[in-house]
């Protein structure tokens, strides 16, 4: 079993940045990729980025490409969602997830944290 805790959502001004951390326990990281979603109000949970184990491969939502980049650091068993240049659509609850595979996807995760709110302000 996996658990995995978001941090560092927050209200910021449109084109500032933030970095959210997912923290994860009960297992090591290090066999699974890992992926960021978000649900905004009134709207399905969405695709966001995904990596893949080792973190040599990465993927992204046409909407975020070029703005936002996934990592991880598999030694602190953390995946990390660095966002810059944040717009208000942006404004979300943005939730980590885990899937016991070596390849990044976009769908077909196995775990989920309970989310952190990211308000982007115009």
């Known amino acids: 079993q996996v658990q995995l805790v978001e941090s560092g959502g927050g209200l910021v001004q449109a084109g500032g940045s933030l970095t959210l951390s997912c923290a994860a326990s009960?297992?090591?990281?290090?066999?699974?990729?890992l992926g960021w979603f978000r649900q905004a109000p009134g709207k399905e949970r969405e695709f966001v980025a995904a990596?893949?184990?080792?973190?040599?491969?990465?993927s992204y939502a046409y909407s975020v490409k070029g703005r936002f980049t996934i990592s991880r650091d598999n030694a602190k068993n953390t995946v990390y969602l660095q966002m810059n240049s944040l717009k208000p659509e942006d404004t979300a609850v943005y939730f980590c997830?885990?899937?016991?595979?070596?390849?990044?996807?976009?769908?077909?995760?196995?775990?989920w944290g309970q989310g952190t709110q990211v308000t982007v302000s115009s």
């Open positions: 009960g297992r090591t990281l290090s066999s699974y990729a």
């Open positions: 990596i893949s184990w080792s973190g040599g491969s990465t």
């Open positions: 997830a885990a899937r016991p595979s070596r390849v990044a996807s976009v769908s077909a995760y196995d775990y």
